[in-house]
């Protein structure tokens, strides 16, 4: 059976706050800040988490706060480039028998 670390516990408040607080909506700025303060008090609520585990902590709600698709004016499918690699030489195999 797994137990549950102070670490899985931070974790999952983190993210419970990051839903209830919308953060999600608020510019990078206000993010980073609010980020910051949660995690020093996530800190002080779990004094077993090493310094090293509050770092990780920011960074993954950093990352969770992150939209999965950019949004905004500039991000359109009209200017998203391309992600897939090309083959080399896969035109000139087309039609080719």
Request: aromatic share 6%.
């Amino acid at each position: 059976m797994h137990r549950t670390t102070d670490f899985d516990k931070a974790r999952d408040e983190l993210f419970a706050h990051i839903h209830r607080c919308d953060v999600l909506q608020a510019n990078e700025e206000q993010r980073a800040e609010w980020m910051k303060e949660t995690v020093d008090y996530l800190g002080e609520r779990y004094p077993a988490l090493a310094p090293e585990q509050l770092d990780e902590l920011k960074a993954i709600g950093a990352r969770f706060c992150q939209p999965a698709i950019p949004h905004g004016r500039g991000n359109t499918a009209l200017t998203l480039e391309d992600e897939t690699p090309e083959e080399d030489g896969a035109d000139s195999l087309v039609g080719a028998a």
